[in-house]
């Protein structure tokens, strides 16, 4: 481990989930929990930033702690603030944009899975399944699961393509080529790989910098979790990057700090040496 010193409060922590801060049970451990509310009590912002949509977010995390804490969805798309923080931040993607990303996809990859993800709650996929299994795999009820049509008319503000494996790679790479700059396109790798598309310039880094920024605070004074690819961007313009580790190799060059493992209260380990 490479722990980073700390001689003033930071200006926010922010942090992913799986990987991160859940172990591989989906649970915040005890020390990980007291760690964070010591770090609320000190009036540090506390900024969950994950690839999550909402509903999944607020199903597995306590809802107390939750309410002191602000987050970033989705990748940045869906972003709000709780004190200290305030604000609420949405960016849908172009209509126009969204079916060309999908008839590319599926020119390409027909069995690809697409989920378009509205608001954090409603979304929309070109697939069905039994009441039972909605609940377990998405946290949703069956009125919101829409058609990619009925989605696309509410303004998603994410995309995401699954189901096609090692082949998610490839298909960024088609899409980049495809689409340019006109969206943002993150690949996640370390538990099933997914393919997130958001607006340009959507990121957690990005959602995390409007969040502190009107109160004065800066990038350069937060310290960041992360271990997969859509960390990535948060823990190159944090000031006190932290790689778990469990984390992919290409985060834990980029990082100046590494931590222990998810399973080894690696979150906690950083945040207790703050008032150490």
């Given at each position: 481990?490479?722990?980073?010193?700390?001689?003033?409060?930071?200006?926010?922590?922010?942090?992913?989930?799986?990987?991160?801060?859940f172990n591989g049970?989906?649970?915040?451990?005890?020390?990980?929990?007291?760690?964070?509310?010591?770090?609320?009590?000190?009036?540090?912002?506390?900024?969950?930033?994950?690839?999550?949509?909402?509903?999944?977010?607020?199903?597995?995390?306590?809802?107390?702690?939750?309410?002191?804490?602000?987050?970033?969805?989705?990748?940045?798309?869906?972003?709000?603030?709780?004190?200290?923080?305030?604000?609420?931040?949405?960016?849908?993607?172009?209509?126009?944009?969204?079916?060309?990303?999908?008839?590319?996809?599926?020119?390409?990859?027909?069995?690809?899975?697409?989920?378009?993800?509205?608001?954090?709650?409603?979304?929309?996929?070109?697939?069905?399944?039994?009441?039972?299994?909605?609940?377990?795999?998405?946290?949703?009820?069956?009125?919101?699961l829409l058609s990619?049509?009925?989605?696309?008319?509410?303004?998603?503000?994410?995309?995401?393509?699954?189901?096609?494996?090692?082949?998610?790679?490839?298909?960024?790479?088609?899409?980049?080529?495809?689409?340019?700059?006109?969206?943002?396109?993150?690949?996640?790798?370390?538990?099933?790989?997914?393919?997130?598309?958001?607006?340009?310039?959507?990121?957690?880094?990005?959602?995390?910098?409007?969040?502190?920024?009107?109160?004065?605070?800066?990038?350069?004074?937060?310290?960041?979790?992360?271990?997969?690819?859509?960390?990535?961007?948060?823990?190159?313009?944090?000031?006190?990057?932290?790689?778990?580790?469990?984390?992919?190799?290409?985060?834990?060059?980029?990082?100046?700090?590494?931590?222990?493992?998810?399973?080894?209260?690696?979150?906690?380990?950083?945040?207790?040496?703050?008032?150490?």
């Amino acid at each position: 481990m490479n722990l980073p010193e700390f001689d003033r409060l930071p200006d926010a922590v922010a942090l992913d989930l799986d990987g991160t801060l859940f172990n591989g049970n989906e649970e915040i451990s005890a020390r990980n929990r007291a760690a964070l509310e010591r770090c609320i009590e000190a009036g540090i912002p506390v900024i969950l930033a994950t690839s999550r949509p909402a509903r999944l977010f607020h199903r597995v995390f306590p809802e107390d702690l939750a309410s002191s804490c602000s987050y970033s969805v989705m990748n940045g798309a869906v972003t709000a603030g709780n004190p200290p923080l305030n604000g609420y931040y949405k960016e849908p993607l172009p209509e126009n944009v969204l079916r060309k990303a999908i008839d590319v996809t599926l020119f390409h990859y027909p069995e690809a899975h697409i989920i378009l993800e509205i608001d954090g709650f409603e979304f929309g996929a070109n697939w069905t399944v039994d009441a039972d299994t909605l609940w377990k795999r998405n946290s949703a009820t069956p009125e919101m699961l829409l058609s990619v049509e009925e989605a696309i008319k509410k303004q998603p503000s994410k995309l995401a393509f699954s189901g096609i494996g090692e082949e998610i790679l490839p298909l960024m790479n088609i899409l980049n080529a495809d689409m340019g700059d006109s969206v943002s396109i993150v690949p996640a790798l370390t538990w099933r790989p997914i393919l997130n598309i958001t607006c340009p310039g959507v990121n957690k880094a990005s959602a995390i910098h409007k969040l502190i920024s009107p109160a004065g605070k800066s990038l350069n004074n937060v310290v960041a979790f992360g271990d997969d690819l859509p960390d990535m961007d948060m823990l190159v313009e944090c000031g006190i990057p932290v790689a778990m580790g469990n984390a992919l190799p290409e985060l834990k060059e980029t990082c100046k700090y590494c931590t222990a493992s998810n399973e080894e209260d690696g979150v906690a380990i950083v945040l207790e040496k703050i008032f150490s």
